[in-house]
């Protein structure tokens, strides 16, 4: 099936950045834990970003300091004031995956890009001019006030655009974090950048696509 919506919105980190947060925490704890713990502090880690954007809105760098110290916490592994610092500073060296600006730069003269990304008004830009496309507009959770999956950033992207879900296509590699959400507000599509980070889910109504290049296909291109 072939979409024709109004806009294509975009996750940034993960789907179109390639989101080495883990890669970055496993060199940074090379020396704290070891390689048979760390898959297990890893994934601590990750799970505790997400619950860190659930509530209240906060500074990112909040969300990785404290998402880091309870991983340290959970495995009893040293914690050092230093670490948060490098885990932020790393973001905006993060590149695109393969494929990303050519189909970006395919898709932007006939149909308008937008990311909402749970990011800082100060980081995104670097990660924006890593993908080259021209976006119609970049919003970040910053800016809303609140992170994905919560309703309150997809809301604040409708709000800016003054276009409704139903006329729009949503683009990310993450259930947890856009897919399950987009599903609920009732997107015209939602496209699941298939990157074996996270698991699929039936039941959710997504296109699978296991090349980004895809993408254009998906909207007639």
Not at 148 to 157: H, L
Request: glycine letters at 6%; one cysteine or more.
């Amino acid at each position: 099936m072939i979409f024709k919506p109004k806009f294509i919105s975009f996750d940034c980190y993960g789907t179109l950045i390639n989101f080495e947060m883990g890669p970055t925490a496993r060199s940074l704890f090379s020396d704290r834990v070891s390689e048979q713990r760390m898959p297990g502090f890893l994934e601590s880690f990750r799970f505790y970003r997400l619950d860190e954007v659930l509530g209240a809105w906060k500074p990112f760098f909040d969300v990785a300091e404290n998402a880091i110290q309870r991983a340290c916490h959970a495995h009893d592994v040293e914690y050092r004031t230093s670490d948060a610092q490098s885990l932020y500073a790393a973001v905006p060296t993060w590149q695109p995956h393969p494929h990303v600006v050519e189909t970006l730069e395919k898709i932007a003269p006939h149909i308008p890009l937008v990311i909402l990304s749970n990011s800082m008004t100060d980081l995104i830009p670097h990660s924006v001019a890593h993908l080259k496309a021209p976006f119609h507009a970049v919003y970040t959770a910053e800016e809303a006030q609140a992170y994905k999956p919560r309703g309150q950033a997809f809301e604040y992207m409708f709000d800016q655009l003054g276009c409704g879900p139903e006329e729009m296509v949503h683009c990310s590699s993450s259930f947890r974090y856009d897919l399950m959400t987009a599903a609920d507000l009732g997107f015209m599509a939602k496209a699941f950048i298939d990157r074996n980070h996270e698991p699929g889910f039936d039941g959710y109504g997504v296109n699978r696509l296991t090349d980004f290049r895809q993408l254009a296909g998906l909207v007639g291109l």
